[in-house]
């Protein structure tokens, strides 16, 4: 994949998680897709993940701030919309995360945030 190519699937990634199409995942990661941060694989892990952000935050928005590729791998950080922090004036909550991709998926996601949803 190209450069570009990589930067799209990301951003179909986040497009998805934020309007909750958990069908989408399926085509997003690959089936021995790996979140380390959460110690779970495969796209249904996604699901119940993004399914789980979503209850607790329903008007939750991820938008992408700065996205570097090198090689398989991408480089993200986003700012998260639609938490209590919209309303208490406090910093919004971010996420960092490298992104590995094979074979047109996501196949790996390492990465930190201080947004709290479980």
Same mark, same amino acid.
């Not at 700012?79 to 909550?93: L, N, S």
């Given at each position: 994949?190209?450069?570009?190519?990589?930067?799209?699937?990301?951003?179909?990634?986040?497009?998805?998680?934020?309007?909750?199409?958990?069908?989408?995942?399926?085509?997003?990661?690959?089936?021995?897709?790996?979140?380390?941060?959460?110690?779970? /694989?495969?796209?249904?892990?996604?699901?119940? +993940?993004?399914?789980? *952000?979503? &209850?607790?935050?329903?008007?939750?928005?991820? =938008?992408?701030?700065?996205?570097?590729?090198?090689?398989?791998?991408?480089?993200?950080?986003?700012?998260?919309?639609?938490?209590?922090?919209?309303?208490?004036?406090?910093?919004?909550? /971010?996420?960092?995360?490298?992104?590995?991709? +094979?074979?047109?998926? *996501?196949? &790996?996601?390492?990465?930190?945030?201080?947004? =709290?949803?479980?």
């Amino acid at each position: 994949m190209t450069r570009d190519e990589m930067k799209e699937l990301a951003h179909r990634m986040y497009s998805a998680a934020n309007a909750g199409d958990l069908d989408a995942a399926d085509a997003i990661f690959a089936a021995g897709f790996c979140s380390h941060p959460m110690g779970t /694989t495969g796209p249904g892990a996604v699901k119940k +993940a993004w399914a789980a *952000i979503r &209850e607790k935050y329903p008007d939750l928005r991820v =938008s992408v701030e700065d996205m570097l590729a090198d090689g398989d791998k991408l480089a993200v950080r986003t700012v998260v919309h639609g938490t209590p922090a919209d309303q208490t004036g406090e910093p919004r909550p /971010t996420i960092m995360e490298i992104i590995r991709i +094979a074979d047109g998926q *996501i196949a &790996e996601l390492w990465g930190v945030t201080n947004l =709290s949803w479980r």
